[in-house]
């Protein structure tokens, strides 16, 4: 999917800089006393209604800085995700291409979590192993669960694959990268293609094992 940079959309900068404060949105909704319907948050944001706009922020912020922080991302990662999903999602309104069947707070979240994985990659080097950037996978909603799973699998590799040290990480890599033996044995100063093997090996039950021992494992294969 193509993340659209913010300066292609004409929009206040003050409305989508930065989370509007807790206190400004309660204040909001309190006055309102009533909780925004889908349809009603979707013609809020392509009217850059500002009441909806600190609604959204109020609402699904918190949600998205918990899925950003639990898998190594920081406050400013999770404010910087929110914000770009929130304009992907201006722009497909404004050119009349939303169409989704899940609720608006399944679908923001999906974005974001694709924005988060695709933030990931870049940071792993390591393409091959994330779902095409160019795939919209969030068109229609009955294929959201099974993405959301496959998300989830990439992100609790990702965390632990993070772990491993430099070079485990690069060894892991060059196999990854179909990188034959012998040549792997070379670059990392191995003294024979063998040797480059049982490295390999080590460091895939290393990583294996760092993974099936974290609680989200059964969690997650388990609804599988």
């Given at each position: 999917?193509?993340?659209?940079?913010?300066?292609?959309?004409?929009?206040?900068?003050?409305?989508?800089?930065?989370?509007?404060?807790?206190?400004?949105?309660?204040?909001?909704?309190?006055?309102?006393?009533?909780?925004?319907?889908?349809?009603?948050?979707?013609?809020?944001?392509?009217?850059?209604?500002?009441?909806?706009?600190?609604?959204?922020?109020?609402?699904?912020?918190?949600?998205?800085?918990?899925?950003?922080?639990?898998?190594?991302?920081?406050?400013?990662?999770?404010?910087?995700?929110?914000?770009?999903?929130?304009?992907?999602?201006?722009?497909?309104?404004?050119q009349?291409?939303?169409?989704?069947?899940?609720?608006?707070?399944?679908?923001?979240?999906?974005?974001?979590?694709?924005?988060?994985?695709?933030?990931?990659?870049?940071k792993?080097?390591?393409?091959?192993?994330?779902?095409?950037?160019?795939?919209?996978?969030?068109?229609?909603?009955?294929?959201?669960?099974?993405?959301?799973?496959e998300?989830?699998k990439?992100?609790?590799?990702?965390?632990?694959?993070?772990?491993?040290?430099?070079?485990?990480?690069?060894?892991l890599?060059?196999?990854m990268?179909?990188?034959?033996?012998?040549?792997?044995?070379?670059?990392?100063?191995?003294?024979?293609?063998?040797?480059?093997?049982?490295?390999?090996?080590?460091?895939?039950?290393?990583?294996?094992?760092?993974?099936?021992?974290?609680?989200?494992?059964?969690?997650?294969?388990?609804?599988?």
């Amino acid at each position: 999917m193509n993340i659209p940079s913010s300066s292609t959309i004409v929009i206040a900068d003050s409305q989508f800089t930065s989370p509007p404060s807790s206190r400004q949105a309660e204040i909001i909704i309190r006055k309102k006393a009533i909780t925004y319907p889908d349809k009603v948050l979707v013609e809020g944001l392509k009217n850059r209604d500002i009441n909806v706009i600190k609604y959204l922020y109020k609402k699904f912020y918190r949600e998205i800085f918990v899925m950003v922080s639990s898998n190594s991302g920081s406050k400013m990662d999770a404010e910087d995700i929110f914000h770009d999903a929130l304009i992907i999602l201006y722009q497909k309104i404004s050119q009349d291409n939303l169409k989704f069947s899940c609720s608006f707070n399944t679908y923001l979240f999906s974005v974001c979590r694709h924005l988060w994985l695709q933030k990931l990659n870049k940071k792993l080097k390591m393409c091959e192993l994330t779902p095409s950037a160019e795939q919209d996978v969030w068109e229609d909603g009955h294929d959201l669960k099974e993405h959301l799973k496959e998300s989830e699998k990439y992100s609790l590799f990702c965390q632990h694959f993070c772990k491993l040290s430099p070079d485990e990480q690069k060894v892991l890599k060059l196999y990854m990268n179909k990188t034959p033996a012998r040549e792997i044995a070379e670059i990392m100063g191995y003294k024979s293609d063998k040797y480059a093997k049982f490295r390999k090996y080590l460091c895939k039950e290393k990583l294996k094992n760092s993974i099936m021992n974290d609680p989200r494992f059964q969690q997650i294969y388990q609804s599988s």
